[in-house]
């Protein structure tokens, strides 16, 4: 009993720490525009295909080549935000529908292109397993993520609170017209996001083609699991996002060991919801979210 | 009597197509999927526009109608045409657990519908006793053929039409009425007319209702003219964003907006771009949409219109400065 | 007003345009998924369909000929449901379909529009519980549960864990193997997932204290495949033999995913490389691989043998009358020994003869365990890759 919970447990974390890295790069997107990206589940899952490319076409270590895959993703990110920035009206459902048919045309592409099979990383050096203390249980790959993941929000956290960048970000969402007084381009504090979140949905491809299994279909689900932590989590808190991604893996793990699998889903989105209606902020948000 | 000429203009076209489609199953058939989705793009466009709130999740709406149509006309014998309408009630007061998170503004609300409908999937294949679990439910009754002597396609394209102009009415009938009045005013801003004593609360209230309860009976109906339902069918995402989508397209501030966005995105793929590109037409939608949004944010009805003078009743676009 | 009206009649005249289509004789219509989800499944089994319809004419030599319509239905049950209707007008019977959420609809269509419906792709029960006098399939889930019994019995397993995925026709088969188990007093526990679990470790952890079993089933797909195996692996629960079901002894697994699957067994109908033994093989295979380059899988199989059997009584009907009445009469009469064994119609359209294989990654290769009229090696133990 003792080892099935710290199991649990532990899967919880390391399940964590891979939606800590998808949900960074849409949260950050969402704070500094208020836009929900519904492309980003397609730019992790880019990342990912570039690293199975990596893997069996070029023979490069998919993590090792985690610069090479940025460069797809940064172009294909830079695409996304040219056109998003063409918005001139109602940007938050307008960019919702835009960002929806890019995602349309990006899976359909992935299938045309890698077709319906599944894929996952071979390398027998990531999926060898790690067995601390007899009976806590994950991959090399799982670790490797773990310290992505934590890794990812620790530079986040001082990039948007020490860099001038950063700042500059916070201050665009907060209060776009003054900003904008004080001197600084939204514009570019909103590219520059977009490419942070680029770079960091390659790191997350590269955790999900080693850790799991990618296939085209696997986009949208990506953006919606980001979105449900985002929002968990509430806006203005970095290291809020790592503690709600595990969470919610925690509560997934302990749900399908003590209760069934199949109920999974259930309690995240029922976690979710709970919170929601509770603190509508969000477990760690900043600022209110009522009427 | 904008209104009755509108109606009158539906019904004349719609009769059109029957004449000239009467034969031809496939092509009825195609019709009667397209205007599914007209309606449940009415309904949504409804709550968007009245209730301000967008949703991403409406085919929670649409899954509880299919089953609870499904299992009243199956398992408890009740006329198809009577379980149609109560499923709708049903769907209805599923959206009472949604009540609390009503509260919510943009992105929030629409993700917690999304929520919601998940946890309905789920559900539904966890209540195997009552839903038939993953495999779900076969056989279920049809749409009654033979009225006035009618083939059962006619049948179900003439009640799927009935009620796409019934919900347009009642649509437009709200946005006319005072209420509407308020619950436009209420986009504008919810503390403002809070404190002029408009029922913020209970319009918004009302407004989900009124939309759970169309999509409902739009997804009863289509259950009974699929005659088969799964969790993952009934709860399908598709349900909540193909309906979305063609609002947007066709022009989802206006009441025939989604009407026509829904039959033209839906015939055109199936009819053209599937002929075109049969291994990848998907995209060709993803592409339109794109181009609907970056060329013609309103959709396409105000393209079509654009002869007539543009004073809008909506006049509320949000603008983003620089 | 006027405009709106105009606009209104072209767009209705090209859609009117865009649907003529032109009537054949003695013509079979067939849908299949091939694009969404079950693309790949479907592309293959309608490879499978056309060798069916090359060889049927070869042999016919010009006496009788058969000729395909094909429509994509997307993985979705309105779309095959179109598809149906969209051909019915213009074709004697259909065969193919793949997955029982689009078989289910579409069947029940082609009943009502009075054609006769001969599918490879949908196992589930509640598919033949319908009391459609023109359905019939050449597979189900019984034969599915009946292999994996066997292979429970040959290994003389008294502990079994079923893993099996919510969907409708991995938990159907589930119960059914479990039934199966207990009536010869195996012990079983069953363990149900959700299809999106990526992370198997917790659910393999509590199999591995809890269950102890000597065999675990995977009722999955084949993403639910690699996650079990990969937590398996890292687990190292102390397992005879693990076991999958669909997608799980195929080349393209052993391609992927080697190391992964080795010792593994899953449900199959063909040894690779595949080993035909009688004429029908030999020619189906040959042919295969002349038109698409490569061996058929079990997918081709399952459309290549529904469509014999259709074409088979197409041929022998009285009078050419393809209505359902008389086809659903000859084909009732089927008594053939196909690629997938004894193939015959029950009143309720199903193949009650039925029994899947049992086939196991060894190296490079899938070799057919059980049952033993079938098999084309040894099992070797213990079944697993750690």
């Known amino acids: 009993m003792r080892d099935l919970l710290l199991q649990a447990l532990f899967s919880g974390v390391l399940v964590g720490a891979y939606y800590t890295l998808i949900t960074l790069g849409l949260a950050i997107v969402f704070g500094a525009m208020k836009i929900i990206n519904v492309v980003h589940g397609d730019l992790v899952l880019l990342g990912g295909f570039m690293a199975y490319v990596a893997e069996q076409k070029l023979h490069i270590n998919p993590v090792l080549a985690i610069p090479l895959s940025a460069i797809v993703v940064c172009i294909a990110a830079f695409v996304v935000y040219l056109l998003v920035s063409r918005i001139r009206e109602d940007r938050e459902l307008n960019s919702l529908m835009l960002t929806f048919g890019l995602a349309i045309i990006f899976g359909n592409l992935y299938l045309i292109v890698f077709s319906a099979d599944i894929r996952s990383s071979n390398n027998a050096w990531f999926q060898q397993g790690v067995v601390i203390g007899d009976f806590l249980y994950s991959s090399r790959a799982q670790i490797c993520t773990l310290v992505g993941g934590i890794a990812a929000t620790v530079l986040v956290w001082l990039w948007l609170s020490r860099s001038r960048y950063g700042i500059a970000i916070r201050a665009v969402s907060s209060n776009r017209e003054a900003a904008m007084l004080m001197g600084m381009n939204p514009r570019s504090a909103e590219l520059l996001s977009f490419l942070i979140a680029a770079l960091l949905a390659t790191v997350a491809g590269a955790a999900v083609y080693t850790t799991a299994v990618i296939q085209p279909t696997l986009g949208y689900d990506i953006t919606i699991k980001a979105f449900v932590i985002t929002v968990l989590a509430g806006l203005g808190s970095v290291p809020g996002i790592m503690l709600a991604s595990m969470l919610i893996g925690i509560a997934e793990a302990l749900t399908a060991t003590f209760a069934s699998s199949a109920l999974q889903d259930l309690i995240g989105f029922g976690l979710f919801l709970v919170v929601l209606v509770v603190r509508p902020a969000g477990l760690f948000g900043a600022s209110g979210r009522e009427a | ?322 | 007003m006027k405009r709106r009206l105009a606009f209104a009649v072209a767009a209705l005249a090209t859609m009117f345009w865009a649907a003529q289509s032109s009537a054949k004789e003695f013509n079979v219509g067939v849908h299949m998924p091939l694009t969404g989800g079950l693309a790949r499944v479907g592309i293959s089994m309608w490879q499978g369909i056309q060798i069916a319809a090359n060889l049927f004419n070869d042999a016919e030599g010009g006496h009788n000929s058969v000729k395909l319509s094909i429509v994509d239905d997307e993985s979705n049950p309105a779309k095959a449901v179109a598809a149906v209707e969209q051909m019915a007008p213009n074709v004697d019977a259909f065969t193919g379909g793949f997955g029982s959420n689009l078989v289910g609809p579409a069947s029940e269509t082609a009943d009502r529009l009075g054609k006769a419906y001969v599918t490879g792709g949908a196992v589930a029960d509640e598919i033949v519980a319908r009391g459609l006098k023109g359905f019939f399939r050449v597979n189900n889930n019984q034969g599915y549960a009946k292999a994996i019994d066997g292979l429970t019995t040959d290994l003389g397993v008294k502990s079994l864990s079923i893993l099996y995925s919510t969907k409708d026709a991995t938990s159907n088969l589930a119960q059914q193997v479990a039934a199966l188990a207990k009536k010869h007093s195996v012990n079983v526990t069953m363990h149900p997932f959700d299809s999106n679990t990526s992370d198997f470790k917790p659910l393999v952890n509590k199999i591995k204290l809890q269950d102890h079993p000597q065999m675990i089933m995977m009722s999955g797909y084949e993403n639910d495949y690699v996650g079990i195996l990969r937590a398996a692996q890292i687990l190292k629960p102390d397992v005879k033999m693990m076991v999958g079901v669909y997608g799980l002894a195929t080349e393209q697994m052993n391609k992927d995913f080697h190391d992964l699957v080795q010792n593994v067994a899953g449900t199959a109908v063909l040894s690779y490389p595949p080993i035909f033994k009688t004429d029908d093989g030999k020619k189906f295979a040959e042919s295969f691989k002349a038109k698409f380059g490569k061996y058929p899988d079990y997918n081709a199989v399952y459309g290549y043998v529904a469509a014999q059997m259709l074409f088979a009584a197409l041929a022998k009907v009285p009078n050419g009358d393809a209505s359902l009445a008389s086809l659903a009469a000859e084909l009732r009469k089927t008594d053939a020994e196909t690629l997938l064994g004894h193939v015959r119609f029950d009143e309720r359209g199903d193949n009650p003869d039925f029994i899947q294989r049992i086939a196991q990654h060894q190296g490079d290769q899938l070799v057919l365990i059980s049952p033993a009229n079938a098999a084309t090696g040894q099992v070797k133990l213990p079944g697993r890759s750690w």
């Open chain 2, 1 to 322: 009597m904008k209104t009755l000429l509108g109606v009158l203009c539906a019904v004349l076209a719609a009769a059109s197509v029957a004449a000239i489609f009467h034969t031809n199953g496939y092509i009825l058939g195609l019709f009667v999927a397209a205007l599914t989705i007209a309606g449940v793009a009415l309904a949504w466009a409804l709550l968007g526009n009245l209730g301000g709130m967008i949703s991403l999740g409406h085919a929670a709406f649409f899954g509880v109608g299919g089953y609870a149509s499904a299992i009243l006309a199956k398992s408890a014998g009740w006329p198809v045409l009577l379980a149609i309408p109560s499923a709708g009630v049903v769907a209805a007061m599923a959206s009472l657990v949604m009540l609390p998170i009503l509260r919510l503004r943009g992105a929030y609300f629409a993700l917690a519908v999304l929520a919601y409908a998940e946890v309905f999937r789920i559900l539904a294949t966890e209540a195997s006793g009552l839903t038939g679990g993953a495999a779900g439910l076969l056989s279920i009754p049809r749409i009654p053929s033979g009225v006035f002597g009618l083939s059962d396609g006619i049948v179900a394209y003439s009640l799927v039409v009935g009620l796409v102009v019934l919900l347009a009415v009642c649509y437009d009938r709200v946005r006319r009425s005072y209420s509407g009045l308020a619950l436009r005013a209420m986009q504008d801003s919810e503390a403002a007319t809070s404190v002029l004593g408009v029922p913020v609360f209970r319009l918004k209230a009302t407004m989900l209702l009124l939309s759970a309860f169309a999509t409902g009976v739009f997804g009863a109906f289509n259950a009974h003219v699929i005659g088969f339902l799964q969790p993952d069918y009934a709860f399908s995402g598709d349900w909540s964003i193909l309906p979305m989508v063609a609002a947007i397209f066709g022009g989802y501030r206006t009441v025939t907006g989604p009407i026509v966005g829904a039959i033209a995105i839906y015939l055109l793929d199936q009819l053209v771009f599937k002929n075109l590109v049969p291994q990848g037409h998907q995209i060709v939608l993803g592409i339109l949409l794109c181009a609907m949004i970056l060329f013609s944010p309103r959709g396409l009805v105000p393209i079509i219109t654009r002869g007539r003078s543009a004073v809008s009743k909506d006049k509320d676009a949000r603008h983003v400065a620089a």
